[in-house]
């Protein structure tokens, strides 16, 4: 991998930024006007490395923030190490990662070799800082920006926009213009040109399947985008039905029904059964099921001994000048009045959404309803 390389000496650096500004000179015609990009160019002779990048494919990545794609060549001038390895870089400017994927190294002598992709890493030398600062610089930008980006004499940043030219261009030209004071290596294959052949077939296969892969993959997401969306809508739907019906209850119900029945919304089904039993009747309508429970109290009417025990009452005392109170026997029995209510809970999806209560009007100094004397205490 290009991150390998060492950065080049002082005088190096002074070399190359010369053998910039000839390449810079002689690509600033109309014609040569293009997409690639020379952003590194250092290490030491016999082991110097050169690595561009081409704009055309400086893209966002769908769905990931502030990220962005490089296609990277490099280039190697060891006869030892790989000619060039290409790759797929993903740049997330927020976290300043790099993560490598479908890096395809190319031997001097033989077929184009797939290597394992490189999880998301820091920058580890110069190289991956030098890719870091362009795609978060470039990446942002429009075509009107960028198109000015490319007028730029940008030699001193070490960046050098070198237009439309194929890989086979760069790697001409580095050779005789950077690196002319070295010994290019002899490429001699030892595949025969009918293997040569059908190995760049199966990668052309191999690199369409990718893509239909990665097309696949990015309409599985953009369709589970949708139906995360979907979900939220539902969801605030159902909060929003959820607050008109609590309001709706809130008007209708006394506060000591509500007080006991409450804690039941949003409990499931099965739990109501389990602590209520059996309902006294159930009907279903379509999603919705009811469950009506019916209840039975007795409510006491005053408690006329008011202290004085059972079968006495509270009585003026006769024999009292400041309006004393005495306890007397002969008090009538407490009154006992039998009340009702039924309770019908709603449930959806298995869970409580809502209930409705349906009782009497008391004429009680205690209840008001009926449903209050059985569910509740005092409203």
């Given amino acids: 991998m290009a991150e390998s390389f060492s950065l080049a000496s002082e005088p190096e650096m002074k070399t190359s930024r010369m053998a910039v500004a000839i390449l810079a000179a002689m690509m600033t015609t109309p014609a040569m006007a293009g997409e690639w990009w020379l952003v590194f160019m250092g290490g030491?002779?016999?082991?110097?490395?050169?690595?561009?990048?081409?704009?055309?494919?400086l893209d966002p990545v769908p769905f990931a923030k502030n990220?962005?794609?490089?296609?990277?060549?490099?280039?190697?001038?060891?006869?030892?190490?790989?000619?060039?390895?290409?790759?797929?870089?993903?740049?997330?400017?927020?976290?300043?990662?790099?993560?490598?994927?479908?890096?395809?190294?190319?031997?001097?002598?033989?077929f184009i070799?797939?290597?394992?992709?490189?999880?998301?890493?820091?920058?580890?030398?110069?190289?991956?800082?030098?890719?870091?600062?362009?795609?978060?610089?470039?990446?942002?930008?429009?075509?009107?920006?960028?198109k000015a980006m490319r007028a730029l004499n940008n030699s001193e940043r070490g960046l050098l926009f070198m237009g439309p030219l194929t890989t086979s261009d760069i790697r001409e030209f580095a050779w005789k213009n950077f690196w002319n004071d070295g010994k290019r290596p002899v490429v001699a294959s030892k595949r025969s040109k009918q293997e040569i052949d059908a190995k760049m077939a199966e990668l052309a296969t191999r690199r369409t399947a990718a893509l239909a892969q990665a097309n696949a993959i990015a309409g599985q997401v953009v369709e589970a985008d949708k139906r995360d969306?979907?979900?939220?809508?539902?969801?605030?739907?159902l909060t929003a039905a959820n607050a008109a019906i609590v309001k709706a209850r809130k008007r209708r119900e006394p506060s000591a029904v509500r007080g006991a029945l409450d804690p039941w919304i949003g409990r499931g089904e099965t739990e109501l059964v389990g602590a209520w039993g059996r309902p006294t009747h159930f009907e279903d309508?379509?999603?919705?099921?009811?469950?009506?429970?019916?209840?039975?109290g007795v409510l006491l009417g005053p408690d006329p001994s008011q202290g004085c025990g059972a079968g006495n009452m509270y009585v003026p005392d006769p024999n009292s000048r400041n309006g004393g109170m005495m306890c007397v026997g002969g008090a009538p029995p407490r009154s006992e009045t039998q009340v009702d209510c039924t309770a019908i809970f709603e449930i959806r999806d298995g869970a409580i959404i809502d209930f409705v209560t349906k009782g009497q009007s008391l004429q009680s100094l205690s209840y008001s309803n009926s449903c209050s004397a059985v569910f509740g205490q005092s409203n």
């Fill in 67 to 110: 990220t962005y794609k490089l296609e990277t060549f490099s280039l190697m001038e060891h006869p030892k190490s790989p000619d060039s390895v290409t790759s797929n870089i993903f740049i997330d400017c927020d976290r300043k990662t790099l993560e490598e994927k479908l890096i395809q190294v190319s031997p001097r002598d033989d």
């Fill in 229 to 237: 969306q979907q979900r939220t809508a539902d969801v605030m739907e």
């Fill in 113 to 146: 070799q797939t290597v394992p992709d490189q999880p998301a890493h820091p920058p580890k030398d110069a190289v991956g800082h030098k890719l870091v600062e362009f795609a978060c610089e470039m990446g942002p930008k429009n075509q009107a920006e960028r």
């Fill in 44 to 57: 030491e002779k016999p082991g110097r490395l050169i690595v561009a990048v081409d704009e055309a494919f």
């Fill in 285 to 296: 309508q379509g999603a919705r099921r009811f469950l009506h429970y019916y209840r039975t």
